[in-house]
């Protein structure tokens, strides 16, 4: 019993990191998205590819944070060194950031074609699909991470 509520602690603490993360990627993508067109006027549709800088810089800076999140509050110290392992999980984040980029542009192309407007707020196409891409993620990441480089 014990055992099941530490990994449900896990779990939840996970997802609150994760969430916090996602804050972080939702909240610099809503800013670059709005400033980095004004700068490259081709950010919002780059050979087909909409918002390629914003989505770049908005998940390094969720990934980042979500790091160090994981490893002060999530997982324990896992069966490598530091360095192995700050370089396994930017290797696998980074290989989870090309999955979410996909997702993010076919949830723009395909999916989520207009705005949802709920009166007090106002969900752009770009940022439901951000969110969808990272829910989506967020499943694949907490597996890989946890049997890979953390004791799982």
Same mark, same amino acid.
């Given at each position: 019993?014990?055992?099941?509520?530490?990994? =449900? +602690?896990?779990?939840?603490?996970?997802? #609150?990191?994760?969430?916090?993360?996602?804050?972080?990627?939702?909240?610099?993508?809503?800013?670059?998205?709005? @400033?980095?067109?004004?700068?490259?006027? @081709?950010?919002?549709?780059?050979?087909? !590819?909409?918002?390629?800088?914003?989505?770049?810089?908005?998940?390094?800076?969720?990934?980042?944070?979500?790091y160090?999140?994981?490893?002060? #509050?999530? #997982?324990? +110290?896992?069966? @490598?060194?530091?360095?192995?392992?700050?370089?396994?999980?930017?290797? !696998?984040?980074?290989?989870?950031?090309?999955?979410?980029?996909?997702? #993010? =542009?076919?949830?723009?192309?395909?999916?989520?074609?207009?705005?949802?407007?709920?009166?007090?707020?106002?969900?752009? =196409?770009?940022?439901?699909?951000?969110?969808?891409? !990272?829910i989506?993620?967020s499943?694949?990441?907490?597996?890989?991470?946890?049997?890979?480089?953390?004791?799982?």
């Amino acid at each position: 019993m014990k055992e099941l509520l530490l990994k =449900q +602690r896990q779990i939840l603490l996970f997802a #609150f990191a994760g969430a916090l993360s996602a804050i972080v990627e939702i909240g610099t993508f809503k800013i670059f998205s709005v @400033h980095l067109p004004q700068v490259f006027s @081709h950010e919002t549709n780059f050979h087909g !590819i909409h918002f390629p800088l914003s989505n770049i810089f908005s998940t390094s800076c969720g990934i980042i944070t979500n790091y160090f999140l994981s490893i002060w #509050f999530v #997982f324990e +110290r896992g069966k @490598h060194s530091k360095n192995k392992e700050f370089a396994y999980f930017m290797g !696998i984040s980074f290989l989870s950031t090309i999955v979410s980029l996909s997702f #993010f =542009q076919i949830f723009f192309r395909f999916v989520f074609l207009d705005h949802i407007d709920l009166g007090f707020f106002v969900f752009s =196409q770009e940022m439901l699909s951000k969110i969808a891409a !990272i829910i989506l993620v967020s499943v694949l990441n907490y597996t890989v991470k946890k049997k890979i480089i953390f004791n799982g």
